[in-house]
């Protein structure tokens, strides 16, 4: 089979853990009889530097072209000053409306050999953490309303957070076929105590249930949701929530699986091409220093080999080697407890090769 994949390598550290998914995707096609087309567009302050806005039409253009897009990152301090409209993470907005990517999965699972880099006390460590969590991507707060007005006290701004049944609808199937998969459990999260577009969540989330009496459904609110991810994580199994709760949740689970650099996302739709990419940010401090954690990526490229292209062997194999170079202890400086040497970006990927 042959693959037209777009490359957003983006910033900081972006270029460097592409580059690393590339090599394992390409030994990948070797092993299988595959062949990956890689084409690289600018997204982000890459475009920003290049062409005055973050979101190029060619870029869009290609990816909409493309079997699926490969991301590493965008972003960082050299952009901060830029207003709302330009800046760098409105690339990532810009795709997922492009490309009608309407959910974000982030599984976060420890894995056995990182337990002692996890945060939490041993005994919940010992009970497992293996959740996903369904995000709504394209809709909520980030694309509603806003603005600058006069207000009681002056100046102020506002954002506003906007759902439609169809929407909430939408994401809640994925989330129930995803928990068919899995353990048969789906935690819908909200804050429908105080938020109207929560009440309407919540009535949905709970309607679209009934087509699926097989799986258990709860609700939690979303700071409540925020204290039992690091009091008992082991309680969730797939978690459905807003655009923005899931944002901010997300990046709390990555923290309890011992580092944010392990963790991969799919953007997906309604058809089979999707975004892939790490959940962390562009890491600017590190960036060109081949100090980074590749393993995210190698994970969001095996994600878009499971779930765009239904290359199964393929996924189990990439994941499967790099279960096995952490077992025998190879670790970057993020995941590094303890005395020992950290591996390089570019170490730690032919490592993974040698194991596929």
């Not at 944010?260 to 401090?285: C, F, N, Q, V, W």
């Not at 393993?295 to 790099?322: C, H, K, N, P, Q």
Request: hydrophobic share 40%.
């Amino acid at each position: 089979m042959e693959y037209n994949i777009a490359l957003i390598k983006g910033d900081g550290i972006g270029p460097e853990i592409v580059e690393s998914a590339v090599a394992v995707l390409e030994k990948v096609g070797e092993k299988f009889g595959h062949v990956f087309h890689f084409t690289a567009y600018p997204a982000g302050g890459e475009a920003i530097d290049k062409f005055g806005i973050p979101l190029p039409e060619e870029t869009v253009r290609g990816c909409l072209e493309s079997d699926s897009v490969l991301l590493g990152a965008v972003g960082g301090p050299k952009w901060d000053g830029l207003s709302g409209d330009i800046r760098p993470e409105k690339a990532l907005l810009g795709l997922r409306a492009a490309m009608e990517l309407f959910t974000n999965l982030r599984p976060a699972k420890i894995y056995p050999a990182l337990k002692d880099a996890c945060v939490l006390r041993a005994d919940i460590v010992g009970k497992g953490i293996d959740l996903v969590i369904v995000r709504e991507l394209t809709g909520g707060i980030y694309f509603g309303e806003r603005g600058r007005r006069e207000g009681k006290y002056g100046p102020e701004a506002y954002d506003t957070e906007a759902y439609s049944v169809y929407e909430i609808e939408r994401i809640a199937r994925v989330a129930f076929e995803t928990a068919r998969k899995r353990r048969c459990h789906v935690t819908s999260i909200d804050k429908a105590n105080v938020l109207e577009t929560s009440r309407l969540w919540r009535e949905t989330v709970h309607r679209v249930a009934e087509e699926y009496p097989d799986v258990t459904v709860a609700d939690m609110l979303v700071d409540n949701a925020a204290m039992q991810l690091v009091r008992d994580p082991s309680k969730f199994d797939v978690i459905v929530t807003s655009n923005m709760f899931g944002d901010i949740l997300s990046d709390e689970a990555s923290q309890i699986t011992g580092s944010i650099g392990l963790l991969a996302s799919a953007s997906l739709g309604s058809g089979t091409r999707g975004l892939y990419e790490p959940i962390h940010g562009s890491a600017p401090d590190i960036a060109g220093q081949n100090k980074a954690n590749p393993i995210a990526t190698v994970l969001s490229a095996a994600m878009m080999l499971r779930y765009s292209f239904g290359l199964t062997r393929e996924a189990d194999a990439i994941e499967g080697a790099v279960g096995a170079v952490l077992e025998e202890g190879l670790r970057t400086a993020d995941i590094l407890v303890g005395e020992g040497e950290a591996l390089t970006c570019t170490e730690m990927t032919g490592e993974i090769i040698k194991r596929l």
